[in-house]
C-alpha cells in the first residue's frame, strides 16, 4: 500500500496509460540518455522514443517560465509520435514544469527529482548532498521532496553547471572532468555528507570521475535507476512484449554530435536519428 501511496505522488493524477504505443524521454540534450539506457534495460520490449532538445541546452540557466515554455512543445511534439507516457528526464524541467505538464496532458507524466529523492531518503544516514544544475538547485526541488518524506533530513544543495557541457562534448572521464569535479564536490565532502544525489541527468554520465572524487564513503544515487523503476511500476502488465522494440531519437540540433555521444554510451548503433523542430 506505501508503494502505491509513493507511487502515485509520482504520476499525474486521473491520468490513464494507453495500451500501446512508446514511451517518450525528453531531455534538454544527452543527459536523459541516462534515463533512457535505464527503461531500456528494466524494459526491454518497450518502444522508447527519445528527444533531446540539443538547440538550447543547457536549460540550468533558463527561466522557470521558459523552461516551461520548452517543455510543453517538446511534450506536444511527442505526443504527435503516439507517446503512452512521458517522462521528463530533466531535472531542471522537472523542477519547472512537471506540475504544468501533468496538468495539461492525459497521459501520464513521471519527472526524475522525486524517484531520486526516494531513493536517497532510502539510503542515507541524514546528510544529503545535491549536485544539481543552477534552476534546481535555486527551486530548492530535491530539498522540498526530501523533507516532505523525511523532515530532519539535513540537505546540503551545490550547483554543478560545468558537468553539463562536459557530457555534451564528451569529456567525462578526462583530467578536466576531474579537476572540476573537485572544485564542485569539496564543499560536501567537508560537509560530511554520507550520500550524494547526481540531480541532473547528465551528471552520471560522469559517474566514474565523481566515484574517484567523493570515494567509497559516499553513497551516489542516480535518478535514472530510480526513474527506470518508476516507469516499470506504472506500466505494470501494460508494457508491450514485442520481439524487438523501435528506439527512435530526435534532437532539434547537433545530430552527428549526438549520434556520436549516445552510440558511444549506449553501446549501439543509433539508426533511427531524426532532426526536428519543435
Request: proline share 6%; net charge negative.
Amino acid at each position: 500500500m506505501a508503494a502505491d501511496r509513493r507511487q502515485s505522488s509520482i504520476l499525474n493524477p486521473q491520468s490513464s496509460i494507453p495500451s500501446d504505443g512508446p514511451v517518450g524521454v525528453f531531455d534538454s540534450g544527452v543527459g536523459g540518455l541516462t534515463v533512457f539506457r535505464e527503461i531500456a534495460r528494466v524494459l526491454p520490449n518497450q518502444p522508447l522514443v527519445y528527444l533531446g532538445d540539443c538547440a538550447r541546452v543547457p536549460y540550468g540557466t533558463k527561466s522557470p517560465e521558459t523552461v516551461t515554455r520548452y517543455s510543453l512543445e517538446a511534450a506536444n511534439h511527442l505526443l504527435e509520435r503516439g507517446i503512452r507516457m512521458l517522462v521528463v528526464a530533466c531535472n531542471t524541467a522537472t523542477s519547472a514544469a512537471l506540475p504544468t505538464l501533468q496538468e495539461q496532458l492525459r497521459i501520464p507524466v513521471i519527472g526524475v527529482v522525486e524517484p531520486g529523492a526516494q531513493a536517497a531518503v532510502a539510503k542515507s544516514a541524514g546528510r544529503i548532498g545535491v549536485i544539481a544544475t543552477e534552476g534546481t538547485v535555486k527551486a530548492q526541488a530535491y530539498t522540498k521532496a526530501i523533507r516532505r518524506l523525511k523532515p530532519d533530513a539535513e540537505v546540503i544543495e551545490s550547483a554543478a553547471p560545468l558537468f553539463v557541457p562536459l557530457a555534451e562534448e564528451g569529456w567525462a572521464n578526462t583530467h578536466v572532468a576531474r579537476e572540476v569535479a573537485e572544485v564542485y564536490l569539496e564543499p560536501l565532502i567537508d560537509a560530511g555528507i554520507d550520500t550524494l544525489v547526481l540531480g541532473c541527468t547528465h551528471y552520471p554520465i560522469l559517474r566514474g570521475t565523481i566515484e574517484q572524487v567523493v570515494g567509497d564513503s559516499v553513497r551516489i544515487v542516480d535518478s535514472a535507476e530510480t526513474t527506470a523503476l518508476a516507469v516499470q511500476s506504472a506500466l505494470g502488465e501494460s508494457a508491450t512484449n514485442g520481439a524487438e522494440p523501435l528506439h527512435q531519437f530526435l534532437v532539434t540540433d547537433a545530430t552527428e554530435r549526438f549520434r556520436r555521444i549516445a552510440g558511444d554510451f549506449l553501446e549501439q548503433e543509433i539508426r533511427h536519428l531524426e532532426l526536428v523542430a519543435l
